[in-house]
């Protein structure tokens, strides 16, 4: 099984909301990643937690809160985004964090902020 | 800084037609390179991992090639079909890290 969920598929909010996206995979990978995805872009880094400890930070505005409470969980806290933070995030997953090793993304999180 | 480049941007062809997608990166000290597939609105779907050590990897009517010598690699489809349409992404890690680093992408229509 190569697959990792992400949930809401779908997600629209306003400026002042607090939200939150779930990435979850149980192929025993410990490393995890968040990408943002804008439309016909391809994707850009974000964060990367390797063994549950945050890794990567690719300077991402303090708005986007990263967690990992354990080695099949990755959530993103939002809070006061703004409208241009609208776009795909895709989750990944990978056995360990290196080069070697390949890459399985989930399905994404459409979001919208108005 | 790693680049990755993808041409065509776009591609249109007809059913059953063989096909190559080109993907040229700046760094040939690459540990791997991955090629993706993106449906509209979708996730990426990795169709191929080619390690450096390798020249090739295939994977039904998949077929991706690796150069480091010259920077590029390949993606070779066989007999195009309509459910083949989509987004081709390859992307590579940058400086040996797990940080990937994709190309634009090239749309690919296959036509019935």
């Known amino acids: 099984d190569t697959e990792v969920t992400q949930t809401p598929k779908h997600l629209v909010m306003g400026m002042t909301n607090k939200k939150s996206l779930k990435c979850e995979q149980h192929m025993g990978h410990r490393a995890m990643y968040w990408y943002k995805q804008k439309a016909k872009k391809p994707p850009e880094l974000m964060f990367v937690y390797s063994y549950e400890k945050l890794s990567i930070n690719e300077s991402v505005p303090s708005r986007f809160s990263p967690e990992c409470p354990n080695s099949s969980l990755l959530n993103l806290h939002l809070h006061a985004l703004q409208p241009e933070d609208s776009a795909l995030y895709l989750c990944?997953?990978?056995?360990?964090?290196?080069?070697?090793?390949?890459?399985?993304f989930g399905p994404g999180t459409r979001l919208t902020v108005t | 800084k790693q680049e990755v480049t993808q041409i065509p941007a776009a591609l249109s062809v007809p059913e059953g037609e063989n096909l190559v997608l080109n993907c040229s990166f700046t760094?040939?000290?690459?540990?791997?390179l991955q090629w993706f597939r993106q449906d509209p609105g979708k996730g990426l779907t990795s169709l191929l991992l080619i390690q450096s050590s390798q020249r090739e990897q295939t994977s039904g009517r998949l077929n991706a090639s690796l150069d480091k010598s010259s920077g590029r690699s390949t993606l070779y489809i066989a007999a195009s079909q309509p459910g083949d349409s989509a987004t081709y992404l390859c992307?590579?890690?940058?400086?040996?890290?797990?940080?990937?680093?994709f190309g634009k992408g090239t749309k690919l229509t296959v036509n019935p």
């Open positions: 990944a997953s990978s056995q360990v964090a290196s080069a070697s090793y390949e890459q399985y």
């Open positions: 992307a590579d890690t940058q400086g040996g890290s797990e940080k990937l680093v």
């Open positions: 760094d040939s000290a690459i540990y791997n």
